[in-house]
């Protein structure tokens, strides 16, 4: 070991070395007696004067000289990631260009309100390969390329403004489509530039999201050479579905390799597999090339089960093992999806169901008391009251009709 570190460790040895002897020298000395002994001690005292006088002086000395090792380390790794973003580059036929352009629109998942998201990769020949998805004006995508695509790809520092309308450094051509902007290197092969409609939209949960994709697309990028292995990009693959999970779900972010876990358990497949159709189910396209936001797998499930069991005693429980979620799972996915409860959602399942039914029975067979209780309506003033603010009439009306 060499350099501003072993020094510092040198000299920390020294000092301590010098401290043991001030102490030694400033030890009761033993008695002896006559002038002898009074210029023994005056001898000592002075060398542990000097002793601890030494000290302070280095430790002073170690402690400017970290100061520098650590600037002129941290300017190193500037100098190093700088070298390595500007270094070699893949050919374009050795670019995944499906893949990341799957990547692309999976990282319009990543909150909402993002209108663009894009993957840069400066290639061998020149030129910068780029996929992307969602809608952004042509002058806005050149502005955004021509600023802090570009200074993320010449330095490798992470580039976010939270707001273009008071931004001085890359204002956008239109800030009302563009107010908040993302841009993360993945690795030293590219960056991902995010867009989003509303300012300060990319929050630190929201960013931590984004660099899950970005690991991922560094994955992706990265060859056997740069020592990533088939384990690295499957545990990549793994981190960044149950991380866009629990977002896209509103879970905590701790949940959601849990819930990744469920629906791989649910569906029978593997981990890795229900990874990918994570990933693929959250980067659907919709219109205009934008991802619509799908309904996820385990409330699409959840409404099956409350829709076959409708007529039947209804737990909890039952329908989140239905879904493949924990009971909080379950419920948060219901109010970010439907606004309501599971429990709120069956009673409107069953509210329908009187009223199909009520419309199909002849009042002398039935009794508007029997439909309600089929469909565990127990108090018929609620019932009543219910079904007129949903359908307009009384349902002694609906069933006479």
Do not use: K
């Amino acid at each position: 070991m060499s350099g501003p570190g072993r020094d510092a460790v040198d000299v920390d040895l020294l000092v301590d070395a010098l401290e043991n002897v001030s102490a030694e020298l400033e030890a009761p000395p033993r008695p002896d007696r006559g002038d002898e002994a009074t210029e023994n001690r005056a001898v000592r005292e002075t060398q542990a004067y000097l002793a601890r006088a030494t000290a302070r002086a280095l430790r002073g000395d170690v402690a400017e000289l970290r100061l520098q090792a650590r600037g002129s380390g941290d300017e190193a790794r500037r100098l190093r990631q700088g070298r390595r973003l500007r270094g070699p580059r893949p050919a374009a036929a050795d670019v995944p260009v499906a893949d990341l352009e799957r990547l692309s629109r999976q990282a319009l998942a990543v909150t909402e309100g993002v209108t663009w998201a894009e993957i840069a990769v400066p290639t061998a020949d020149g030129s910068v390969l780029t996929t992307s998805a969602g809608r952004l004006a042509p002058a806005q995508v050149q502005a955004l390329a021509a600023g802090p695509r570009a200074e993320v790809l010449g330095h490798g520092y992470v580039v976010a403004v939270d707001d273009t309308a008071q931004d001085a450094r890359w204002p956008a051509p239109d800030t009302d489509g563009v107010r908040s902007i993302l841009v993360l290197p993945l690795g030293v092969w590219g960056v991902l530039t995010l867009t989003a409609e509303a300012p300060r939209a990319f929050d630190d949960a929201t960013r931590a999201v984004a660099r899950e994709v970005a690991g991922r697309g560094t994955g992706l990028l990265a060859g056997e050479g740069a020592g990533v292995t088939e384990a690295v990009r499957a545990r990549q693959l793994v981190v960044t579905a149950s991380t866009l999970l629990a977002h896209h779900e509103d879970l905590d972010p701790s949940d959601g390799f849990d819930a990744l876990l469920e629906r791989a358990l649910t569906a029978g497949s593997s981990i890795l597999a229900a990874a990918e159709h994570v990933l693929d189910e959250l980067g659907l396209p919709g219109d205009g090339g934008r991802p619509h936001a799908p309904e996820p797998a385990t409330l699409r499930r959840a409404l099956a089960h409350l829709e076959e069991h409708a007529a039947e005693d209804v737990d909890v429980a039952d329908v989140a093992q239905a879904a493949g979620l924990g009971v909080r799972g379950l419920q948060m996915t219901f109010r970010r999806w439907r606004g309501t409860t599971p429990l709120g959602h069956l009673r409107e399942i069953r509210l329908a169901r009187a009223h199909e039914e009520l419309r199909a029975s002849d009042p002398r067979d039935t009794t508007v008391a029997d439909i309600a209780n089929r469909w565990h309506f127990t108090h018929p003033g609620r019932f009543s009251v219910t079904y007129r603010e949903r359908y307009g009439c009384s349902p002694s009306a609906t069933l006479r009709s």
